[in-house]
Antibody, heavy 124, light 110 residues
Framework: EVQLVESGGGLVKPGGSLRLSCAASGFTFSNYSMTWVRQAPGKGLEWVSSISSTSGQIYYTDSVKGRFTVSRDNAKNSLYLQMISLRAEDTCVYYC?????????????????WGQGTLVTVSS | SYVLTQPPSVSVAPGKTARITCGGNNIGSKSVHWYQQKPGQAPVLVIYYDSDRPSEIPERFSGSNSGNTATLTISRVEAGDEADYYCQVWHTSNYHLNYLFGSGTKVTVL
């Protein structure tokens, strides 16, 4: 059974940092692209970042470029999102999601399994 | 930038058909994927590549995509179908690939 479990969320002050983790199991993690999607309270889904299976391709949404860094450790079946210079508007539930098995990030990518999410609250 | 337009809400009686649209410039040239999200839960993929359905999703869910509109159709609607539905596509911005979600449509079963 495919499982994705996020952790690392919490309350952080504006300008602070946080590192999210996503532990994967039930599939060959190293074969799949992975993605972070976030959702502000009461709002819709927003794509944040994607990383290919070998980390050879990485993309970010414009609002997090230069502040967020996605990475993965295929030996540990884990996906990470390092977030710095956090702002109030980064307050969201952050989901990790599995994409297509690919060494690149395909335009046709979709997300077939999702974790339950971890809440990040940026507030003083 | 590329914009996906979804109606904020759709209401449907049990047993009837709900149609949720996702509008975008020449969206028919892109692969469209659809997700269902119930309150307090993670999204669930219900349609991929315009009209393919994961094995665990009921046949009542179908999709189409042509021209400037993609459509998710839910036939014989049940109370359990009440949820938010999001379309998703790709687009390029400054030569970088981005994945984009529509604003979501709340389906209410009357």
């Amino acid at each position: 059974e495919v499982q994705l479990v996020e952790s690392g969320g919490g309350l952080v002050k504006p300008g602070g940092s946080l590192r999210l983790s996503c532990a994967a199991s039930g599939f060959t993690f190293s074969n799949y692209s992975m993605t972070w999607v976030r959702q502000a309270p009461g709002k819709g889904l927003e794509w944040v970042s994607s990383i290919s299976s070998t980390s050879g391709q990485i993309y970010y949404t414009d609002s997090v470029k230069g502040r967020f860094t996605v990475s993965r450790d295929n030996a540990k079946n884990s996906l990470y999102l390092q977030m710095i210079s956090l702002r109030a508007e980064d307050t969201c539930v952050y989901y990790c999601a599995r994409g297509l098995p690919s060494e690149t990030l395909p335009s046709s990518n979709y997300f077939d399994y999702w974790g339950q999410g971890t809440l990040v609250t940026v507030s003083s | 930038s590329y914009v996906l337009t979804q109606p904020p809400s759709v209401s449907v009686a049990p047993g009837k058909t709900a149609r949720i649209t996702c509008g975008g410039n020449n969206i028919g040239s892109k692969s469209v994927h659809w997700y269902q999200q119930k309150p307090g839960q993670a999204p669930v993929l219900v349609i991929y590549y315009d009209s393919d359905r994961p094995s665990e999703i009921p046949e009542r869910f179908s999709g189409s995509n042509s021209g400037n509109t993609a459509t998710l159709t839910i036939s014989r609607v049940e109370a359990g179908d009440e949820a938010d539905y999001y379309c998703q596509v790709w687009h390029t911005s400054n030569y970088h690939l981005n994945y984009l979600f529509g604003s979501g449509t709340k389906v209410t079963v009357l």
